[in-house]
């Protein structure tokens, strides 16, 4: 009869750890991130919560084993701040608005320049509030996202 109840018991707490982690992706929305820094492009993912708390992941296009890792906060109607670090010991700090719940765009310092970004909009809505190398442009030709000559 113990080993009944032990068994029912380790049953319910996997139940309710399943239900967490389900709900906590019920309660968080993941958008694209397209951010330049100095003259690179980087792109990835947000992924933010209910309660205003999120995490991001961008990569460097043009050296893929740059990699950065953020966490940031923001407010229901303003915006927020983040903070991240990357692969070659970089950090950045950067600040944004909303211009939906789900998409916005900032501004940033990073270790190796100024960086601009936006998140949860396409490439072409987020030209304007991205501040390009000179002589360069934005293109994406179906699958990759790329920062070339004009």
């Known amino acids: 009869m113990r080993k009944i109840l032990i068994t029912v018991f ?5 139940l309710v750890g399943a239900a967490t982690v389900a709900a906590a992706g ?14 690179d492009l980087l792109v990835g993912t947000a992924e933010g919560h209910l309660n205003g708390a999120g ?3 961008i990569r460097s296009q043009k050296n893929p084993a740059l990699t950065c890792l953020g966490q940031f906060t ?11 670090l990357c692969s070659d010991g970089t950090t950045a700090t950067f600040q944004f608005q909303r ?27 987020a030209r304007p509030y991205l501040k390009l190398p000179e002589g360069k ?3 994406h030709n179906g699958t990759v996202l790329a920062l070339i000559d004009r």
Do not use: P
């Open 26 to 39: 019920m309660f968080s929305a993941t958008r694209t991130v397209i951010a330049i820094v100095a003259d």
């Open 137 to 139: 442009k934005l293109t």
């Open 74 to 84: 923001s407010s229901s109607q303003l915006g927020g701040s983040g903070e991240m």
């Open 55 to 57: 995490t991001l992941a």
């Open 99 to 125: 211009l939906s719940v789900f998409s916005g765009h900032g501004t940033g310092s990073f270790g190796r320049g100024t960086m601009s970004f936006a998140y949860g909009v396409t490439h072409e809505e």
């Open 10 to 14: 380790a049953g319910c707490i996997g």
